[in-house]
């Protein structure tokens, strides 16, 4: 094979140049024609960085999309379990964290706490539980500067879970109420659960409006096989994708054209097969009772849906404020404040990139479109004497970061400035009604 020199014959030299140049060429051919088939694809050039971008989005969206929609915080459908009054509870059995026998992880106090413990009971969705998590010592600190707290031990409880929305709330006073539980002060902090999720969970599922979000989800394997496969096909899918986006960004041959572009339409063809399935799953089921509830003898428009949400969400707090009344205990509701609603707080540049979402299937434009009829029922309670609220202008003059997420919740700096005005409201209207008889 070699001359007495050590070197190749002349002649395999040559053939061995001529396969390395059509190699070349070829590779060169190659990669300017996936050039073209990711224009094809895409709509757009090809570039690096774009792609990689892309392959970073899906890692982190496929992450995302685990948890039951409607759904946020640390327990997801794998911790709650189907209550026959509440809709869900946190299974204490199956929680990250200590979680009451009742199945709300800090209500323990509204049970054991003694008499001359003042009990705050806090309800509504994951922003209401935030709000207890993160700034019960700010809340507790405000309210002890009202007189009738004066010297009093306060114990702030949540009976909020992620993703309650009316009637939940008043069922959870309700429910815990004839249990024995005692609140002294109860305040409700809600409003965008009532008004994004039925728009965004129930309608396009048929599942009736006021149903508990992920209904259609929470009643997996009560019944239907078709469910349970879909759901286990979905979740292979997405392991799928996220592996190969995984190896496609730590391959060698990540700084070719014609691999990345060979990823790119293979998980676009899987994306694809996830949503069909994704549909299946939401159409699997709401022809029953079971997961869809009471039917209308038409399919409500979204202007219905957002129309009866909003009197919904009114005549669950008056209920509250009923029960509350009945057992001595002044009530407070407060509409929590959103990014979407116009006008309410000047982005900063973090929020821009990390908490604010207006496309098709985000909640942004159902809660910029639902957030003012809030508004304007919340008026209407406030003007007629009813202890309300409207906290949707609380970050107004505020320029720095508040909202961590797309969804509506808050940083820590967002909590303690809600905890702060919550306290002062309260504490105001107890000096107007004489305080509370504990």
Same mark, same amino acid.
């Given at each position: 094979m070699t001359?007495?020199?050590?070197?190749? @014959?002349?002649? +395999?030299?040559?053939?061995?140049?001529?396969?390395? =140049?059509l190699f070349l060429v070829a590779a060169g051919l190659c990669e300017l024609a996936s050039l073209a088939v990711y224009r094809?694809?895409?709509g757009e050039g090809f570039s690096f960085s774009a792609v990689d971008a892309h392959r970073s989005r899906i890692l982190q969206e496929v992450d995302e999309v685990e948890p039951?929609? $409607?759904?946020?915080?640390?327990?997801? *459908?794998?911790?709650?379990?189907? %209550? #026959?009054?509440?809709?869900?509870?946190? /299974? #204490?059995?199956?929680?990250?964290?200590?979680? %009451?026998?009742?199945?709300?992880?800090? =209500?323990?106090?509204?049970?054991?706490?003694?008499?001359?413990?003042?009990?705050?009971?806090?309800?509504?969705? &994951?922003?209401?539980?935030?709000?207890?998590?993160?700034? &019960?010592?700010? *809340?507790?600190?405000?309210?002890?500067?009202? #007189?009738?707290?004066?010297?009093?031990?306060?114990?702030?409880?949540?009976?909020? +879970?992620?993703?309650?929305?009316?009637?939940?709330?008043a069922l959870a006073l309700a429910y815990l109420q004839m249990l024995g539980a005692r609140f002294d002060?109860?305040?409700?902090?809600?409003?965008?659960?009532? =008004?994004? *999720?039925?728009?965004?969970?129930?309608? @396009?599922?048929?599942?009736?409006?006021?149903?508990?979000? $992920?209904?259609?989800?929470?009643?997996?394997?009560?019944h239907e096989t078709q469910v349970v496969r879909e759901i286990g096909t979905i979740?292979?899918?997405?392991?799928?994708?996220?592996?190969?986006?995984r190896f496609a960004r730590e391959s060698f041959l990540r700084h070719l054209v014609t691999p990345n572009v060979l990823w790119f339409l293979i998980d676009r063809r899987i994306s694809a097969s996830v949503g069909r399935h994704q549909r299946l799953l939401g159409t699997a089921r709401t022809g029953r009772f079971l997961q869809a509830g009471p039917r209308d003898q038409?399919?409500?428009?979204? /202007?219905?849906?957002?129309?009866? &949400?909003?009197?919904?969400?009114?005549?669950?707090?008056?209920?509250?404020?009923? *029960?509350?009344?009945a057992r001595g205990a002044p009530y407070f509701h407060f509409l929590q404040p959103n990014q979407y609603v116009e006008g309410s707080k000047p982005l900063s540049d973090e929020e821009r990139h990390r908490a604010y979402d207006m496309g098709d299937a985000s909640y942004g434009p159902p809660a910029r479109r639902g957030y003012p009829l809030l508004i304007v029922e919340g008026r209407k309670l406030a003007a007629s004497g009813f202890p309300f609220e409207d906290l949707t202008g609380i970050f107004a003059e505020e320029t720095r970061t508040m909202y961590s997420d797309t969804c509506? %919740? +808050?940083?820590?700096?967002?909590?303690? =400035?809600?905890?702060?005005?919550?306290?002062?409201?309260?504490v105001h209207g107890l000096a107007r009604s004489a305080g509370p008889q504990p």
């Open positions: 001359d007495e020199t050590g070197r190749l @014959p002349p002649p +395999l030299r040559r053939k061995l140049s001529y396969w390395a =140049i094809w694809a895409a039951a929609p $409607g759904v946020t915080g640390d327990e997801t *459908l794998t911790a709650q379990v189907i %209550h #026959p009054y509440l809709g869900y509870v946190v /299974d #204490p059995a199956r929680a990250r964290r200590r979680v %009451h026998a009742q199945g709300f992880p800090r =209500i323990d106090a509204a049970f054991a706490a003694p008499r001359e413990t003042i009990v705050v009971g806090v309800f509504g969705g &994951s922003v209401a539980e935030q709000l207890v998590d993160r700034a &019960s010592p700010t *809340l507790a600190e405000g309210l002890s500067r009202a #007189p009738a707290f004066a010297g009093r031990r306060i114990s702030i409880v949540s009976g909020a +879970l992620p993703g309650y929305k009316q009637p939940q709330q002060v109860v305040i409700n902090l809600d409003g965008f659960n009532e =008004i994004t *999720l039925p728009v965004v969970e129930n309608l @396009p599922r048929g599942v009736f409006f006021a149903y508990p979000p $992920g209904w259609y989800l929470r009643t997996v394997g009560l979740a292979t899918m997405r392991s799928t994708r996220r592996d190969l986006a038409r399919p409500p428009t979204s /202007d219905e849906v957002f129309r009866r &949400s909003a009197e919904l969400w009114v005549r669950g707090s008056q209920s509250m404020e009923a *029960l509350a009344r509506c %919740h +808050l940083n820590q700096a967002g909590c303690d =400035i809600l905890a702060q005005r919550i306290a002062a409201t309260i």
